[in-house]
């Protein structure tokens, strides 16, 4: 399972989070969560939650069947 991995800046242990995105896979919204959350100190881990089903790195478009 391909995983985005964003830490803070610096050297030194950091508590970890994992951050479960929606259907949508790892989008914009998603990423720049994760840089936020790593800029308040955290390891953040977004993995590929569909990985058996689509290919490495595929984001979905937003619409209207997969937001219902």
Do not use: K, W
Not at 7 to 35: D, H, K, M, W
Not at 61 to 66: N, Q, R, S
């Amino acid at each position: 399972m391909r995983t985005y991995l964003v830490r803070p800046n610096g050297e030194g242990c950091y508590p970890g989070v994992v951050l479960y995105s929606e259907i949508f896979q790892v989008t914009g919204p998603i990423r720049r969560t994760a840089a936020m959350l790593a800029s308040h100190g955290f390891v953040v881990a977004v993995p590929e939650i569909f990985h058996e089903l689509e290919p490495a790195g595929t984001v979905l478009a937003y619409d209207e069947a997969g937001a219902a």
